[in-house]
């Protein structure tokens, strides 16, 4: 299964984006799915997770103001992205978990939050 991250841009703080990662199959059996993202200069880092079941976890910095969701009639996750601030500028990536381990990364969407 591919993936495809997309809904990224230039936004002000405050504002709100919601990313979408369109999968080329079903995701409904894939363990867990998540978003992370990597700032300029930073290490990638886990945003948000979703399981099969619909169980979530959030990093702290995101608690509150991100919402992880998953369709699984379509094939899609969704990273709605509230309240933003300038520090959430990132590439936002999507990924599936396989087995223990999370797949490859394909491309991100830029995230620019403009102070």
């Known amino acids: 299964v591919q993936l495809q991250a997309s809904g990224g841009g230039l936004v002000q703080a405050g504002g709100s984006l919601r990313l979408s990662c369109a999968a080329s199959g079903s995701i409904f059996a894939i363990r867990a799915m998540g978003w992370f993202r990597q700032a300029p200069g930073k290490q990638r880092e886990l945003v948000a997770v979703?399981?099969?079941?619909?169980?979530?976890n959030y990093a702290d910095s995101v608690k509150g103001r991100f919402t992880i969701s998953r369709d699984n009639a379509k094939n899609t996750v969704y990273l709605q992205m509230n309240s933003l601030k300038p520090e959430d500028t990132a590439v936002y990536y999507c990924n599936k978990r396989v087995v223990s381990a999370w797949g490859s990364w394909g491309q991100g969407t830029l995230v620019t939050v403009s102070s």
């Open positions: 979703i399981t099969s079941g619909g169980s979530t």
